[in-house]
């Protein structure tokens, strides 16, 4: 594979940016893929409980296959004050998000968070850079009404962003109106220490806490359209079921789809096929040549051999036949932490750049 | 826990029974179970692919975990043709399975089979003794038109057990017409060898050849109704997702339903908690307690901790809420080795029995 | 399989008995035994951190597969003050474990631990019912001692438990000098939520904090001699390896002996084969048949298949054969909740009442 | 990381080289590597089973996660008759391999082969290019005594590959002598379909065959000396416990050695961490910056963490420590599908480049 061209950094500058909560799962998977970025220079670490005077390199139980870079081991861990930094990608853990984002976005910082405290807001941008690059200009009404200098974007949970990345070409040419879902979602998706061993091992969990709600409603809202300062959710009705199954990364999701004009297996195999990213979107860094992989084999797309396509960006989709209640029945596969997290956020954080929102 | 009084033997001896397949794995089930079966006795196990002059013992790879009876294992291991016993349950692969059991069928043998070679034939009986024992009576018919003494009645497609047990109370009280299902299904169900652990550690396969199909279309006829001669077939669309996860033992599933009368997830739990089996069933030796239980704790049923209810025979349901959709949605599990096969079948045959067709 | 005659009960009432840690994994599996041992009545439950006005059903997490008795359910879950009972088993925390265990055998109840705190103490019985009854005479010194009316005796490590009931016959027999052995362990053995699924899903950890120290120690204690209130140490040298393998229950071992006295694998095997326990320890109702079975299939014992022996107190011993270092190589497989933990416990309160030291 | 400059190729073109048992695992393992190989040409892929007319795309069932190059899978399969081409790199199943690499020896090729049946002759160089790459020498008594123009090389079992990396160094240093190892070896050195899922899921198989007495065997070849023509086997007793554990990729191995001259962990650490591979090894292209790394932190090396070091080159030495029997205590882990196969081979292939055996 001959690797594809690096896209044009679109400021002058590698923009220092910060991590927050960069020494859990989630916050690893950004230092990781922030450590040689192009255009990013990570300019700081920080998590909430902060221990004084710890580096990085101490503070943190490094979980990634490819080693800390040690410069970054070496510098110092911060607290989640604000401070002076353009952007900051925010692992933050739901719980604790809220108020500490929207002290950065006050203090002027631009944060794109992969929690879900502010994710339905109306006037966050909720946000994959190949589906709704539009909605980013919500952040104008956001500054307003809050009357900050920064604000707060947000990509969507995990295993919604394969579904929406898979819905969207459908939507498109054919209208969807109704989504059957089932996921079986790997264990990365609960973060560190997240399941235990005992829970999982040759085992599935029907459940996973307030998933089910998160894929009806961010799939709604990703897939809306949006005229003068809102962003309308889409009119889809999405019914959901969560399961977590013993696999590392890599969501995988039953899909059955009602659409608004007729499709064939053959005609949505077409449009799928032929999906590329706009063109300012391609020109992004994180956006992968193919988002959308279709796969003919009969029994993929599979977490362990699919996964890590387009660098875990692309979304495999397979097994395209007729449902038998709805049109279209498909699976799809997506990379939990880095699609759906670090590399989703990264690439989000691109476009802002790219469309003159940070320089 | 008290156990249960053992159901008396309507026969007055314990009738002699054969095993057909009884090195595979689902064949060691049977033998396990017919070990010490009050109503039956293991008369002869039989493999169609012959070495003279085995015993059971020698040819079997044994895997229960249960040690094999040496009685047993000493056993000289038959052929596949036909001989004198008035009950054969079938493990025969799908391949070899239809030729094998017509054989024994003509012969006078009541063949009961876990094999899919006949189960949508409209003469052959599918039936779980719990849902639709009234179809039995197809055989009738089957005798009359093939001019057998026996006969074949089938079990249906393990995933379909489950799903259709816990389907059969609802279809009763309020009318099922749609049906999603997906499954997540143990390996054990592919028998063994089966699937190679290259495929399924830390994996999920999409795909289980025929398994969609065995899924819709068993459903229909396990739950059409039975009067002179016919079992229609029910008016239910079912939609299905077939999965591979790396689960031992135990088939979970994703369900929601359409209804033809309104239900609330209340009314349902209501009706799934009243479920007994009818008196005919319940006197059954291997039909449990409950047949159906259900879990209120949001994140049950699990395969490892759910599977073994009722000795394996109990499906148990849970999560039981509306669905944005249809009506209902709720997940399934069954013990697919058990409910699924050698317990269905072996319930089948003491069904057969209690009506008199084998004495 | 006919069922073992239930053993007389020496006292003449059952007697009353507490859990310390009832909530925890190991205090659940203490629970599941104790909720119709024969001899025992589970008198209370008791956590060190308690909420008060919390029922046992409330505060725990069940996790057995077989279902939390109503009864026991309801009852209310106390604090880890010492109270008048006669026993206690303790499934405390390592590190609580130590002055709770003491204030209780100071108030007069005897303690039978599974916690490591007390175990190495020279005045502290560390016992396996079938290896060393003669130990618990040390009680006699530790209460002269320490002043107490009640005591504490220990069972071994869950991993060492295994491996000395394997080395037990072998060293009477021939006498082991050393050992090398290397463990692959369950991750049950770290409790819940203990090992992370994102640590263990197919992986291994060549790790486990102070197991190799206690492995070495404890086996030395456990098969040391006793004489005149000293229990002195065996002369074995151990070379413990421990490893944790993504495996639920039952730890496997690699294990190589020298010895005192040459032996061929097929003496071991013998001796092995023929090991019976003595008639005093096969009274007690946990003392399985046969503590150790041996096994010839070539690839046996594996966990799934072999660790519920003798209902988890049977040792496996398998693939007997000849060091080309030391003498003789072979596998040991336990199940490390039941014979390591709560079982083998409850078989050492067992002991204590059959000597007549609790009544 | 900045990739390691590529070494230049010491042939003037790109040599062909032909994969034999190229659909297996092993064998796509070396056509994936092989498809870019800057020294090497990849020529031919064979199968014994040949069916005519088929092309590779057809006949394989491609496993590995990198997509299959369409020039390759375009290519027709060829049969393992011998053809003309100067090295054919083997992945033949043991059982065959023989006569088939004999006849290609014969016929004028340098035959590299992963299989075991040549690898005890005693005019079979059994190499690892950092090990003991004066072994290849053997080759030119090898000839003379068959009359061949080609020859036959092999590397270790890929258990072994891991071992003897590590002693390496610590031989040279101090002289081993004596060697306990238990391996915890992945599935997919059984190959494909290889182990059944239902035989590993949550489970250790305490047996491999063959693989214990190949490790004893192997490992004093490799370490052996090379003198006029004959290679003497090192004077190193080893004992093996080879276990399969439910992961997919990399061995892990507990190691303990005796030495000949004393040895601290400390210096056993320094030893491990100053080794480099030798100026001619280190030119080839296969050769790892770091053939072995050394690792401090107490739970690693993990296979799911470290595997893939080195591009799956590296293996990695970790928990050095004293040995209560012999003197040191380690983990190993490698990579069995590179290390322990098509990359170590094609490493060896490269050596015989830059020895200018074959140009």
Redesign the interface.
Known sequence: ?TPRPVPPNPARRRIPVAVLGATG?AGQGFVRLLAEHPWFELAAVAVPDHHADQSYGEAVRW?E??PLPDAIARRSLGRCDPFDVPIAFSALDDAMAGPIEEAFARAGTLVVTTASAHRMNPVVPLVMAEVNPDHVDLLTRQRQERGWRGGIVAIPNCAAAGLVMALAPLHRAFGVE?V?V?T?QA??GAG????????????????IGNEEEKL?RETRKLLGEYASGVAREARI???A?A?R????DGH?A?V?VGLSRRATPADAERVVAAYRPAAAVAGLLSTPERPIELERR?????????R?RGLGMTVTV??MRA????DL?F?VLSHNRIRGAAGGAIQLGELLVAQGIVA
Request: glycine share 6%; proline share 12%.
């Open positions: 594979m799962a979980r296959t490819t109704r059957f089932t079986m264990v990365s560190y220490p997240g399941v235990a061993s005992l829970d999982i091992l040759g085992n599935v969990i029907p459940f009806e009705v999405v019914s079921h399961n199954v013993p696999v590392e995988t039953s059955s009969p029994d993929r797309p599979q977490p362990i051999r699919d890590d397979g097994r449902c038998p209640l709805l029945r699976t």
